[in-house]
């Protein structure tokens, strides 16, 4: 395998200048991968999976950093290669998905809970800014508090805050081996098992419950593994060997109905089975988040992310008035259309992606 | 830049409708203690202190300010070492020491939601009946609050597996300087919205004040065992670090201490540090049994091929908290032998250790002046500790162009000028270094969407263009700033 080593930043950054000249807003995207999430922007597209490349990779320093249109599946080899990973296990719901694209959504994978999210990997990032300046913030080392977390406001900005042209990433060891064990429980037992797992230190990198069985991975040494499973009695997964793959990517056959509108919860994870909604449910990250397959009304699955101090996303399919993304408070919201409107003062970088008036 | 009488005098008028005597310090007998924080070096008086209690009078505070246009200067308990917390003199001091309790310890969830004052290793405490701790440990973690640790991104000796403070806080809530109360994060894994969360975190009282935080709270590992290597090279210390990351460990932590830095802090903690060395690493590990088992093993081996003369493996709690003791006291073991010392605060990339320390020993023969180095090898963020007397004319100028010679060069290596302290007043000439105009307008961008009047710890943390520009860190031609035509904030 080799990635192309091909940088149009210069190119990128022309783009950015005559739309600013031409007042004439550009709509950021990588691979398209998740084209479905958040509002479409009716801009010229200004495509990043040409800029690849790896910049640095030094597996001593458990830092890469790479051009943004790098696609996911080359970085995801190229770390098998010296035996580390991704932390947080992005997406890649299809071949196309690119670096940037999972910086710029922040979606993170079934490990999020274990290992930390997207932002929480975030070292450094080179961008775009609104007035057409190539700039960096952050750096290639973990520690670093000088000037304003910019580099991690970039994950979940979608583009609308500048064009990624670069990231620096934190990496893991990859672990010596992973097993994944499996029992069968309704969802009132599973939830009481991840909560009680939460305290007991398992070597659990992923979780998840789907029509009344429950799925732990487990990742260390072959040893650790051993008495891991023996400890715990659940039988071995030995029949399906890609299943966190198919659920990071949405391949599993519960993402695969498209009759009703898929939900995504973002619950505190000892949150109490949802039953006032007895649609299918797959649950993720110990209880913390949930997909429910459901046509209940909007509102109804709103309400009940919020009155359990959670999120509900509209994350795919059509409903009529209702936005991909959670309201946020006014107050809120007023901070971040002065942040947008200080950071894209021409008001180029897709608007009204995540948010109208963002 | 004092305040006219008028202001103050309606100032202080109006803080008094919300704040009784006590709490509304103005007298300089009463306000001199604020006048510094740990960064002695620099001091200031402020018009008042003022030590509210409630969220709602922190409110009222700010508002007041805002409408005056006084400047407001947030203090956790003044241990930051970047003068983050300096008064104005035209300004008040917002002491939240009074905001000490912890409203909730959440066993489910697993969270603690403290006020700012509340100090940080108070929260392990209250934990630990459940089994649970809070990671991020600064060395100062008996004394330094919560709201400052947010405000300063802090980190600490277990920061390398357990991260620094953002990555152990999941929601803050701030009060703007309009009086607004304003949410960031949630109890949830994620939030809709950019992430103004880790925004806030490390923005040095810059962009509101942080009135209420959720932190993270982790189960206590089963097991720890803590090693001590000494070598008669500090490159092969510097390189030993490297591979142990490179073996697939990440240790709770991994500490490197030099040839000063030992003496000082076995001088002072007996904690049997072998003199002879010229660099000794301590590396914690944790886990469950069998976890550890094999780590040592792994680390052992790697320590032993990086030329490691002896390895101490630490079992019992005893032992383990007498080879912690004499680095947890290196800071005040150097200040017995030297009158005054300057904590630096720089990162590199692991693999720069060797050569960096190296400079900085040459640095050193040159400016004449002594350092010890005591530092968090695993993340490779320096602690050089230059030592000084502030009595000798001249020589805190010398020691303060060595600290900046030094940040300097962790910037050339591929660092940053500060690893968790902060950029407060002290560093302030050095962010023109690491940073570009324009760079430093995004900043000016960001702090104007929150604070447009700057009236929120106003002067630290990032240089006026101007101020980079006299130091001769820009290049300006005509005296004419690069892109005029562009907003400055
Ligand atoms: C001996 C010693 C050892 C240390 N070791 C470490 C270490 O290992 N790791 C580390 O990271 N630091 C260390 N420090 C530095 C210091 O303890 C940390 O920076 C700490 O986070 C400061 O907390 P504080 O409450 O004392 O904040 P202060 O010094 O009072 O304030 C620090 C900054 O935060 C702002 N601030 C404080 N509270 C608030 C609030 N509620 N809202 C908004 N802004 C606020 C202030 O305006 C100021 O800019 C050490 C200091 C000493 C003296």
Redo the contacts between chains.
């Keep these: 395998m080799t990635i192309q080593d091909n940088d149009i930043s210069s190119d990128l950054q022309q783009r950015v200048l005559e739309s600013i000249a031409n007042k004439q807003p550009l709509y950021i995207h990588g691979g398209n991968s998740k084209a479905f999430y958040g509002n479409t922007v009716d801009a010229t597209p200004l495509d990043i999976s040409p800029h690849t490349g790896i910049i640095s990779y030094?597996?001593?320093?458990?830092?890469v950093t790479l051009r943004a249109g790098t696609l996911l599946s080359d970085l995801e080899a190229l770390l098998n290669n010296t035996?580390q990973i991704l932390p947080f296990e992005p997406p890649q719901y299809t071949t196309e998905t690119t670096i940037g694209g999972a910086i710029a959504a922040?979606i993170?994978g079934p490990r999020?809970?274990y290992t930390?999210?997207v932002?929480?990997a975030i070292l450094g990032v080179k961008i775009i800014?609104g007035?057409g300046?190539i700039?960096?913030?952050g750096?290639?080392?973990?520690?670093?508090?000088?000037?304003?977390?910019?580099s991690?406001?970039m994950?979940?900005?979608q583009g609308t805050?500048g064009v990624i042209l670069e990231v620096s990433l934190r990496l893991?060891?990859?672990p010596?081996k992973e097993i994944t064990l499996t029992f069968e429980s309704d969802q009132k037992s599973a939830l009481q098992f991840f909560?009680e797992s939460?305290?007991?230190?398992l070597?659990i990198t992923a979780s998840a419950w789907f029509n009344d069985q429950v799925y732990l991975r487990l990742s260390?040494?072959e040893?650790?593994l051993e008495?891991s499973k023996k400890k715990l009695g659940f039988d071995l997964l030995s029949d399906y060997d890609d299943f966190w793959t198919d659920i990071r990517d949405h391949q599993h056959h519960f993402f695969g109905r498209t009759d009703k509108p898929l939900w995504r919860l973002?619950?505190?994870?000892?949150t109490k089975q949802i039953s006032s909604v007895d649609d299918n449910q797959l649950i993720e990250?110990g209880g913390?988040?949930r997909w429910i397959n459901s046509n209940a009304p909007a509102n109804i699955i709103q309400n009940i992310a919020t009155s359990n101090?959670?999120?509900a996303?509209m994350f795919k399919g059509d409903l009529p008035e209702t936005p991909c993304?959670?309201l946020?408070?006014q107050?809120?919201?007023l901070?971040?259309k002065?942040?947008k409107?200080?950071?894209d003062?021409n008001g180029i970088f897709s608007p009204g992606r995540?948010?109208s008036g963002l | 830049m004092s305040l006219d009488t008028n202001t103050r005098n309606n100032l202080l008028f109006q803080l008094g409708e919300i704040l009784p005597e006590e709490y509304l310090l103005t007298s300089e007998e009463a306000i001199k203690p604020y006048e510094c924080d740990g960064l002695s070096a620099y001091q200031k008086l402020p018009v008042a202190v003022v030590l509210p209690e409630t969220i709602e009078q922190v409110q009222r505070i700010t508002k007041i300010c805002s409408q005056l246009k006084v400047p407001i200067v947030a203090r956790g308990a003044g241990t930051g070492l970047s003068g983050g917390a300096l008064p104005h003199e035209g300004g008040i001091i917002l002491g939240l020491s009074r905001f000490n309790k912890i409203e909730k310890i959440d066993t489910d969830n697993l969270t603690a939601t403290v006020q700012p004052g509340v100090r940080n290793l108070a929260i392990t405490e209250a934990a630990r009946p459940f089994g649970l701790y809070y990671a991020p440990d600064p060395s100062s973690q008996i004394a330094c609050s919560i709201g400052g640790n947010v405000a300063e991104n802090a980190g600490g000796v277990h920061c390398l597996k357990y991260g620094l403070t953002v990555h152990n806080v999941q929601q803050v809530t701030i009060v703007t300087v309009d009086g607004e109360l304003v949410t960031l994060g949630s109890q949830t894994l994620d939030t809709p919205g950019y992430d103004l969360l880790a925004l806030i975190t490390g923005s040095e009282g810059m962009l509101g004040i942080i009135v209420e935080i959720v932190v993270k709270l982790l189960p206590k590992p089963h097991a720890v065992k803590v090693l001590m290597a000494s070598f008669k090279k500090v490159e092969d210390a510097g390189n030993a670090v490297a591979n142990i990351i490179a073996e697939g460990v990440i240790p709770a932590g991994l500490e490197m201490m030099d040839k000063p830095a030992i003496h000082a802090a076995e001088a002072f903690a007996k904690a049997n540090y072998p003199l002879d060395a010229e660099a000794i690493l301590l590396c914690e590990l944790d886990g469950s049994e069998q976890q550890l088992a094999e780590q040592i093993e792994t680390v052992s081996e790697t320590l032993r091929n990086a030329n490691a003369d002896d390895i101490v493996i630490a079992d019992s709690a005893d032992e383990q908290a007498r080879l912690w003791a004499g680095r947890k006291s290196a800071f005040p073991a150097v200040g017995r032998i030297s009158p005054d010392y300057y904590c630096m605060d720089g990162t590199i990339p692991r693999k720069q250790i060797a050569y960096v320390l190296k400079r900085i020993s040459e640095l050193s023969e040159e400016c004449g002046l002594r350092v010890a180095n005591v530092f968090h090898a695993g993340d490779g963020n320096l602690h050089p500790l230059i030592l000084y007397d502030a009595n000798k004319e001249g020589e805190l100028e010398k020691t303060e162009k060595f600290g900046a010679d030094i940040l300097t060069l962790c910037v050339e290596v591929g660092g940053t000028i500060t690893g968790e302290h902060g950029v407060g007043h002290e560093k302030i000439d050095q962010m023109c270094v690491q940073f570009s105009p324009e760079e430093l307008t995004q900043f000016f961008a960001v702090k104007n969407a929150f604070d447009p009047d700057a009236l929120l710890n106003p002067g630290k943390a990032v240089p006026t263009l101007h101020r980079c520009a006299e130091l001769g860190g820009m290049h300006v031609h005509n005296g004419q700033l690069p892109h005029p035509e562009i907003p400055r904030f």
């Design positions: 030094e597996p001593t320093e458990l830092c035996n922040g993170s999020r809970a930390g999210s932002r929480d800014n007035n300046e700039v960096s913030f750096g290639q080392v973990m520690k670093n508090v000088a000037g304003y977390d910019l991690r406001m994950v979940r900005s805050l893991l060891p990859k010596p909560q939460r305290l007991q230190q070597p260390e040494s040893t650790v008495q973002s619950l505190p994870p000892a990250w913390a988040q101090n959670g999120y996303y993304f959670p946020l408070d107050p809120l919201m901070l971040h002065q942040l409107r200080n950071m003062p995540i948010y």
